[in-house]
């Protein structure tokens, strides 16, 4: 009995320290999971940050012009360096033609027609270079001939002082002779014709045309201008009188009183319609009307 009991001691004794001797288990290391980096995603990479410098604005680009019209203005430019204006028109207006957004061919053309005295068309193109150009020089030099163009347009337009005109004999012109007027109807008279109102004995005579200064209807003016007519009026049996009358309303001389009777100067045509053309003087004609004080 004590044998077996003894027996069994050391088994268990054995079993105990057969378990205390097992190694103790070492976590086995771990590899890291690599990073995984989406497809639409690049790895940043790290760097020291210097000072950037400032990029120099690039020059604007130049539009291609073609070469038959730099050829065209390169001829208008030799034109008018010669002073040959009315030749540089020409190719400039070729020049136009064939690339109509070219600014330099409206600049050059412009200063040649305010050089020709064409300030309207001058007008214009200064507008186009306006319109058009982005270089700083054309544009300044556009601004220039318009302001130029605003002082040219007024010395034109201002009446110049003129000595006075002595009256004209009356002129004859053939194939008017005297009409028939009546108190308080407009009639009119060619220069040199008569005007005869019997019920009055009264003669009425346009004699000459002293002034015409009016502005053109083509032409933009500061000032309207004025017609000074010379007329001669006799009654029966009385001296002759001659009078000048202006169609100027602010200088309301346009009435002549004679004796018991008004000769109003009504208007004269025609009518300028461009500047530096002279009127016939045959072509003329008085409007007037005789009324009684």
Not at 161 to 188: C, H, M, N, R, Y
Request: glycine letters at 4%; hydrophobic letters at 40%.
């Amino acid at each position: 009995m004590l044998t077996k009991r003894f027996y069994l001691l050391c088994l268990l004794a054995l079993l105990w320290l057969t378990g205390c001797s097992q190694p103790t288990p070492i976590a086995t290391p771990v590899a890291p999971i690599p990073t995984v980096l989406s497809p639409t995603h690049t790895a940043i990479p790290t760097f020291t940050p210097t000072s950037i410098p400032t990029a120099t604005p690039a020059p604007p680009t130049t539009a291609t012009i073609p070469r038959e019209t730099q050829g065209f203005y390169d001829m208008s430019l030799t034109y008018y360096i010669a002073g040959a204006f009315e030749e540089a028109i020409a190719p400039l207006s070729q020049a136009i033609a064939l690339s109509p957004d070219y600014a330099p061919a409206y600049l050059y053309r412009g200063l040649v027609y305010q050089e020709k005295g064409q300030f309207a068309q001058a007008h214009s193109d200064f507008q186009q270079v306006l319109a058009l150009s982005t270089n700083p020089d054309e544009l300044a030099q556009a601004r220039v001939g318009l302001q130029e163009l605003e002082g040219l347009v007024k010395i034109a337009n201002t009446p110049q002082l003129e000595p006075t005109k002595e009256p004209q004999p009356t002129v004859s012109i053939p194939g008017q002779p005297p009409i028939k007027a009546q108190l308080d109807q407009p009639f009119t008279l060619y220069l040199g014709q008569e005007a005869h109102l019997p019920d009055e004995n009264l003669l009425v005579t346009f004699l000459d045309v002293l002034e015409d200064s009016r502005c053109p209807t083509q032409v933009d003016c500061a000032w309207s201008g004025q017609a000074i007519i010379l007329i001669q009026v006799q009654l029966s049996g009385l001296t002759p009188a001659k009078y000048e009358l202006n169609d100027n309303p602010p200088l309301k001389a346009d009435t002549a009183s004679y004796v018991k009777y008004n000769i109003k100067f009504v208007k004269l045509d025609p009518y300028p319609e461009l500047p530096g053309v002279p009127i016939p003087p045959a072509s003329y004609v008085a409007t007037l009307v005789v009324t009684s004080n």
